[in-house]
């Protein structure tokens, strides 16, 4: 089945406290990109790769990194949260962006304490 | 403020009517997609429509763009209990700029439809 996955799916942490949030996608698509969705704020794009090796700044990256290793992983790291890191994530594959279709993932719901 | 912005914030209606929702943005785009999302959950892709085309259909979908006024409208027609739901454009950056790669979405529209 062709399906993008996130782990954890729930996460509770301490500020300070450096955590990934892995992604893995089975489409072997090219493109992968990382969200936030935050009450009233929509969905804000945090990093995406157009390829291995290739990765580039969305609208809010600071306090994230992320790497583009393999095709099919592509995992956010927080290396020191914040509150403000308290969000909804999402991650999303597609096989070429100008083809349209993103899949999701189902997000992952990270509480920084 | 963001790229794509939706109008209305929500919308409540009766099961069998239709369901219009805008989408306005700001700098030039390759393509224009609308995405709906279940409470919670990830989004899902509805239909996109690029920057030289003017309508488009799928199914009871009805997307229209026009790039003069940097707009975009999905309508819903006869609509279900089950398009409850928030909908999401979303636009894609015109590969000439230098943030080709970057898909900003708007705020959403939230759908009621009543039984």
């Known amino acids: 089945e062709a399906q993008v996955t996130q782990n954890p799916r729930y996460l509770i942490t301490v500020t300070g406290k450096k955590l990934t949030v892995t992604c893995s996608q089975n489409?072997?698509?090219?493109?992968m990109s990382w969200y936030r969705q935050d009450p009233g704020l929509g969905l804000r794009q945090i990093y995406y790769s157009m390829n291995v090796e290739v990765t580039d700044k969305g609208d809010v990256p600071e306090g994230y990194k992320v790497s583009r290793k393999e095709k099919r992983n592509f995992p956010l790291i927080l290396e020191s949260p914040s509150p403000n890191q308290t969000s909804l994530y999402f991650c999303a594959s597609s096989g070429a962006l100008w083809r349209g279709t993103q899949y999701f993932g189902p997000g992952t719901r990270l509480t920084v304490l | 403020s963001q790229q794509g912005e939706e109008d209305p914030q929500a919308l409540s209606i009766q099961e069998g009517e239709n369901a219009t929702m805008n989408c306005s943005y700001k700098?030039?785009?390759?393509?224009l997609q609308w995405y709906r999302q279940n409470s919670g959950r990830g989004l899902v892709h509805l239909i996109l429509?690029?920057?030289?085309?003017r309508e488009k259909h799928s199914g009871r979908l009805r997307v229209t763009l026009d790039t003069s006024k940097k707009s975009s409208s999905l309508l819903i027609t006869a609509s279900r209990a089950a398009d409850t739901a928030s909908y999401f454009c979303?636009?894609?950056?015109?590969?000439?700029?230098?943030?080709?790669?970057?898909?900003?979405f708007g705020q959403g529209t939230i759908l009621t439809v009543h039984p």
């Open positions: 489409m072997n698509h090219e493109y």
């Open positions: 700098t030039s785009i390759n393509n």
């Open positions: 429509i690029r920057s030289n085309e």
């Open positions: 979303a636009t894609g950056q015109d590969a000439g700029g230098t943030s080709y790669g970057k898909l900003t």
